[in-house]
């Protein structure tokens, strides 16, 4: 298929589509007349590739992982990017933290701006140190 077609496919900028070629996420044959033509694998590893960004991987990481990719988009065994992933998990967990502490935070602040509205008296609720 042809870079537009898989565009289409995938919801990525074609733009977007030369960038993973050129850092080496993806791949094309070109055609006599220099047009990229991609494999029917393609369109799955464009979507494993942008799984992988959502999570935050870097694209060194990503290019590391794509080989250990099984069919059904799941990753096996990947020799060299444990200390990355890990660090990635651990980044994920601190940023979830952070965010339950700001939703708990907005809640009580929603609660007592509530009870405000009705006259009664706000309950004392202070950000978790």
């Known amino acids: 298929m042809l870079i537009g077609e898989l565009a289409d496919r995938t919801g990525i900028s074609e733009r977007l589509l030369r960038y993973y070629e050129r850092v080496g996420l ?3 044959e070109r055609r006599s007349n220099g047009y990229r033509e991609y494999d029917e694998d393609a ?3 464009v979507t494993q590739i942008r799984a992988l960004l959502a999570v935050g991987l870097p694209t060194r990481v990503i290019s590391q992982l794509l080989p250990c990719t099984q ?3 799941a990753l096996r065994a990947c020799p060299g990017v444990l ?13 979830a933290a952070e965010l339950a ?13 509530e009870r405000s509205a009705l006259g009664t008296q706000p309950a004392d609720h202070r950000a978790p140190q």
Do not use: M, Y
């Open 71 to 73: 069919d059904d988009g």
């Open 26 to 28: 993806l791949s094309a």
């Open 43 to 45: 369109e799955r590893r």
């Open 101 to 113: 502490t700001a939703r708990d935070l907005l809640r009580h602040t929603i609660v007592d701006t």
């Open 83 to 95: 200390p990355a992933l890990q660090d990635r998990l651990t980044e994920l967990d601190r940023r």
